[in-house]
């Protein structure tokens, strides 16, 4: 993997990151409070869980039409998403709890979605947070099939209509993720072998084929056993649960970054970006929807990504209360802070963006 740093001139930028730093610190010691998650992080946890797990067990216990199975199997798919936004993600940052055998165990509720912690680790914690909208670098905005999300990508013709196709592949994203991660595997254990970190790849792999294993048969093998319906029936109610997981967590992670306003700088040849590592985080990342309730519980914060990008340890239960600290030191130092008021602005902000890298070529 290329050497990436991040480094700038301009004296403000590291002011700035200090300022930063030492201002959200003094919400959480002026309080109290800790960083970490409290009762309500709780509360959402077992209700994340709910969501995917009550309707499993119903599906195997009580009789029922296929239509109204494959509803549940629609709850069971926010329920993945839900878990992966509002459970796991927390975890696997260490910002559930500080204790390290907490974050290991509700970060292991990535098992139970059928993916793989290690792989999640690298992809997510190290290349994105790292190197956030850096083409070549961030996994997240190389191409998707035929969707473009970077604009350092070579243009197609199959992309001049991403705009309306995009959504639909979106909801892909996990069914793909599932045999994708042992193409994966091999490319995240160089990266970390890389590192001090002594990581044993017969393990790795076999860890993650048992998982799989485990998963499929207890979310494919007991419906086929346990109730009457069709295999083709147990099928579609996977894929259906997979597509809706698929869609919210791909459309919710792009309206943080392929929008409007979300730089995607290109390193200099010696690897070098010329700005402070805090601010490339708030120049690549937007937030939206701050002021609504409703989705800052379901998304798990997600819709602060300039706060998770900036405080990864922070659990997001917090991010509602230091997103105007952020933004205000950011203002005070003359940087940017990308905000859409609302989901409906930022999804159109993305489409309108997706259109853009659907006919634009390559820079």
Known sequence: MEKIKFSSPDTSQRDFSLALRRNV?????????STKANSTMIVKSIVMLSVYLVPFVLILTV???P????ALTIIMGLGVSGIGMSVMHDALHGAYSNHKWVNRLMGSTLYLLGSNVFNWKIQHNVLHHSFTNIDGQDED???KGPI???????????????????FFFYGLMTIFKLVKEFINLGKYLKIEQAGEEKINPALEYTKMIGFKVVYLLLIIGLPLWLTSFSWWQVLMG???????AGLVLSTVFQLAHVVEGAEQPLPSPTGLV???WVVHELLTTANFARDNRFLNWCLGGLNFQIENHLFPHICHVHYRNISPIVERTAQEYGFSYNLKPTFSNALVSHV????????EKAS
């Open 25 to 33: 610190n003094a919400y959480f010691k002026e309080r109290g409070i």
């Open 63 to 65: 009789p029922m039409s």
């Open 67 to 70: 239509w109204v199975a494959l």
């Open 141 to 143: 905005i190389g191409n």
């Open 148 to 166: 473009r999300l970077s604009d350092h990508k070579p243009l197609k013709k199959i992309h001049y209509y991403q705009h309306i196709h995009a």
């Open 238 to 244: 996977f894929i259906v649960m997979h597509w809706v």
């Open 274 to 276: 010329e700005n402070d």
């Open 352 to 359: 309108r963006r997706l259109k853009e890298l659907g006919r």
